[in-house]
């Protein structure tokens, strides 16, 4: 089974930027699998931030259009996301996943293995 670390997490101003990351033991060539990057704030659910389907397509949740951006590299083993114009808000444990037939690639329940996750805190 593949396993997924994170990294790149940390404490950051009011506007700035972080770019995490998420490195596979094997590669993301599965054709079924889904990608994912997931946060969650204390007493709050975890949440969808940004996932990749099957067919390369990005999805990124509304409250960060336009500020956060999914991506991984040419030899698919490494997952990115790249956030600009950081607010408060988007302070939360970041969690990235990989699951397969996702219905949905930011609903945390149709993932099945996960990172441990890496703390970003914006103040």
């Known amino acids: 089974q593949v396993q997924l670390v994170e990294s790149g997490g940390g404490s950051v101003q009011i506007g700035g930027s972080l770019t995490l990351a998420c490195a596979a033991s094997?590669?993301?060539?599965?054709?079924?699998?889904?990608w994912g990057w997931f946060r969650q704030a204390p007493g709050k659910a975890r949440e969808g931030v940004a996932g990749?389907?099957?067919?390369?397509?990005?999805t990124t949740t509304d409250s960060v259009k336009g500020r956060f951006t999914i991506s991984r590299d040419s030899a698919k083993t490494t997952l990115f996301l790249e956030m600009n114009s950081l607010k408060p808000d988007d302070t939360a444990m970041y969690y990235c996943?990989?699951?397969?037939?996702?219905?949905?690639?930011?609903?945390?329940?149709?993932?099945?293995?996960w990172g441990q996750g890496t703390q970003v805190t914006v103040s």
């Open positions: 996943a990989t699951g397969v037939y996702c219905a949905n690639v930011l609903s945390p329940s149709e993932y099945d293995t």
């Open positions: 990749i389907g099957t067919n390369g397509v990005a």
């Open positions: 094997r590669g993301f060539d599965d054709a079924d699998a889904e």
